[in-house]
Nanobody
Framework: QLHLVESGGGVVQPGGSLRLSCAAS????????IAWFRQAPGKEREGVSC???????RYASSVEGRFTISRDSAKNTTYLQMDSLKPEDTAVYYC???????????????????WGKGTLVTVSS
C-alpha cells in the first residue's frame, strides 16, 4: 500500500520558520508528482508547491520567495521549508502524490491519487 505521512507542523510567530516533511512508503517518491496543499479554516484547499519526477518545481504566488520544496531520495522524503511565515499561512498542510507524466508538476487537488492526513501550521503572535 502507498502511504504519505506529514510531520513538522506547529505554532510559530510571524516571521518564523518551519520545515514540513512528507515521508513516503510503498512507492518511490522520485517517480511521482508530489504536491503540498493547504486548507485554512472556512476556506477551500489551495495548492502551495509541487515537484515532479523530472524535477520541475512550481510555487503558488502567495508563497513564492518564502517557501522552498525539496526532496531527499535516500530518505524517500519531500520537504517544504517555510520561512518568513505570515498569519495567513495558518492552515492544515497536506502532502499528496500522483503519477502524472507531464513535464510540469501538477498542483491540482482533483488529480491527486494519494494523500497524507495533514499537519497543522499555526502562525500567531
Amino acid at each position: 500500500q502507498l502511504h504519505l505521512v506529514e510531520s513538522g507542523g506547529g505554532v510559530v510567530q510571524p516571521g518564523g520558520s518551519l520545515r514540513l516533511s512528507c515521508a513516503a512508503s510503498g512507492f518511490t517518491l522520485d517517480d511521482y508528482n508530489i504536491a503540498w496543499f493547504r486548507q485554512a479554516p472556512g476556506k477551500e484547499r489551495e495548492g502551495v508547491s509541487c515537484i515532479n519526477h523530472s524535477g520541475n518545481i512550481r510555487y503558488a504566488s502567495s508563497v513564492e520567495g518564502r517557501f522552498t520544496i525539496s526532496r531527499d531520495s535516500a530518505k524517500n522524503t519531500t520537504y517544504l521549508q517555510m520561512d518568513s511565515l505570515k498569519p495567513e499561512d495558518t492552515a492544515v498542510y497536506y502532502c499528496a502524490a500522483d503519477k502524472s507524466p507531464f513535464s510540469f508538476c501538477v498542483l491540482r487537488d482533483n488529480v491527486m491519487d494519494y494523500w497524507g492526513k495533514g499537519t497543522l501550521v499555526t502562525v500567531s503572535s
